[in-house]
């Protein structure tokens, strides 16, 4: 199943660019399912050609100027990264990025890739104004990545509104670090839902970010990505479960993060709880699925 996962953050530089490159490396293959693009869409300018030393001519300004012409599908715009992550990458100055963000957004081109192919899109800060935020309005999941400080945290607080498009839009946070506060209540006071805590490891997300890292196997920060990608590709299946038809009467359900309040459960994954698959995830990264949230809160177990 394809979709368009948008992640961002509010300010800062929390680790985004490093989030979509994990989540697209570690999104999982499922029988049947559409293969996944990372799409670096950060109007300030990218960083995956720099960081891999990719040449420049493809990536997000040659789909740009294909989209111009109509012409909005992505193939002939990708690269892939040692290790297989596919991506489109864009240009390193903020101009010509954000121009090539505003055709493609205005193009429906990002939507239209969703269709057949998972796009993890990295879109940079998110705000109203951004060149981007077209692409966060269609998206199918909105992941908010943030480091687990007060300073920032506090940033996210009272914008659970406008990250959730008042309720249409799912949204969830992901942080980055340990918080010093039980998760459960990071997500209270923030509003939304805790998709995943990923371990602090420079190294690791050097070598996400193409640096050599000196080892052979995924590390708790690859590892983690790959955990918290799963249960956001299950949060994209579920959203396509059809809902039922309206009763007569009955006021339908909004699309969205308001359609927990139907109870859906959402994962959130906390240091170690048990689950079915605790064993396995808590060897594979130390962070295990656990606790549910509906409606943007974590329910207590
Ligand atoms: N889990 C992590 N542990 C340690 N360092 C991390 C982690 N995730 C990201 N970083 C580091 O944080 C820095 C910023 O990461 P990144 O470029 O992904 O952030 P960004 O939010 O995309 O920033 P920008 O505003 O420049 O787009 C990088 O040096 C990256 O290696
Ligand atoms: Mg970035």
Redesign the pocket.
């Known amino acids: 199943m394809s979709g368009l996962v948008a992640v961002g953050?509010v300010k800062?530089?929390?680790?985004?660019?490093?989030?979509?490159l994990g989540l697209a490396a570690g999104w999982p293959m499922r029988p049947g399912g559409a293969p996944v693009v990372g799409v670096e869409a950060?109007p300030?300018g990218g960083?995956v050609l720099g960081w891999y030393e990719l040449p420049a001519a493809v990536g997000l300004v040659s789909w740009a100027a294909q989209a111009r012409s109509g012409r909005l599908g992505l193939s002939g715009h990708v690269q892939q990264l040692p290790g297989g992550v596919e991506v489109v990458a864009a240009p390193v100055e903020a101009t010509a990025a954000r121009g090539a963000v505003e055709v493609l957004a205005g193009a429906g081109a990002v939507r239209a890739a969703a269709d057949t192919v998972t796009v993890v899109a990295?879109v940079?800060?998110v705000d109203l104004w951004s060149a981007a935020a077209p692409v966060v309005a269609v998206c199918d999941l909105l992941v908010v990545?943030a480091r687990p400080v007060p300073v920032e945290l506090a940033r996210v607080v009272g914008r659970e509104a406008d990250l959730t498009a008042a309720g249409r839009r799912e949204c969830v946070l992901l942080l980055?670090?340990e918080p010093a506060w039980p998760v459960e209540r990071v997500a209270e006071s923030v509003g939304l839902p805790v998709a995943g805590v990923?371990?602090?490891?420079?190294r690791?997300?050097?070598v996400?970010?193409g640096r050599p890292g000196g080892r052979r196997a995924p590390g708790p920060?690859a590892r983690a990505y790959g955990l918290v990608a799963r249960g956001l590709a299950d949060q994209l299946d579920r959203r396509r479960v059809p809902l039922p038809p309206p009763i007569a009467g009955v006021p339908a359900l909004p699309a969205g993060n308001a359609r927990a309040t139907a109870g859906q459960k959402t994962t959130v994954l906390v240091p170690g709880a048990s689950s079915p698959r605790a064993g396995r995830d808590r060897e594979a990264s130390g962070w295990v699925p656990s606790t549910t949230v509906r409606r943007g809160r974590v329910g207590r177990r």
């Open positions: 953050s800062g530089s929390p680790g985004v660019t490093t989030a979509a950060d300030s960083d990295d940079g800060r990545v980055v670090g990923l371990p602090w490891d420079p690791g997300a050097g996400i970010a920060l």
